[in-house]
């Protein structure tokens, strides 16, 4: 049987200093051309979500270990970042782990701010690009659906976000 996986690799606020997020920030227009490179690495449907206090790439493959260490070789190529910078201020989830974190992104529970709202929106953009590049199928449209589900879920059942905060 050939399992495959959810894998992370990630980077946010709590991994690295602003002036590495910065530099690996991957701007919209930029996406699709990474992501058509991370498909050619034939890693099944990928999604990049970035924002100015983090940037993951969601992947589903067979072969997370190598894949993993494929796309940190290519974010180093296609951003002019040092390899090691990724191997210091990453981390790498997998399967029910990075889909609980991705229902806490979503939700503004894993935010700088805690409850945020504009990161759904954020997550929503990621996924509308991944779906106009043909690198979100099956797998990752069931997820990322019930991402937004969960998301909308906690903020009418709780009460996040109901006085939202600044970082300042």
């Known amino acids: ?3 495959a996986y959810l894998t992370l690799l990630g ?3 709590n991994t690295a200093p602003v002036n590495i997020r910065e530099r690996m920030f991957i701007s919209e227009p930029t996406i699709p051309d990474i992501l058509t490179r991370i498909k050619s690495l034939n890693i099944n449907e990928s999604l990049i ?3 100015c206090n983090r940037t993951e790439i969601y992947f589903h493959t067979a072969k997370p270990e190598s894949s993993v260490l494929k796309v940190k070789d290519l974010l180093s190529q296609s951003l ?3 390899r090691s910078w990724l191997d210091d201020y990453t981390y790498v989830l997998q399967d029910e782990d990075a889909c609980r974190h991705l229902f806490l992104v979503a939700s503004g529970l894993d935010s700088l701010v805690i409850g945020e709202s504009e990161i759904l929106g954020q997550v929503k953009d990621a996924y509308r690009i991944a779906v106009s590049c043909n690198t ?4 990752l449209n069931r997820i990322f659906h ?3 589900y969960v998301a909308k879920k906690s903020r009418t059942e709780t009460r996040i976000g109901l006085r939202p905060l600044s970082t300042s």
């Open 80 to 82: 002019g970042v040092s």
């Open 146 to 148: 019930r991402a937004f």
């Open 11 to 13: 980077l946010n606020h």
């Open 136 to 139: 979100s199928g099956f797998f």
């Open 1 to 3: 049987m050939n399992s």
């Open 49 to 51: 979500l970035s924002t």
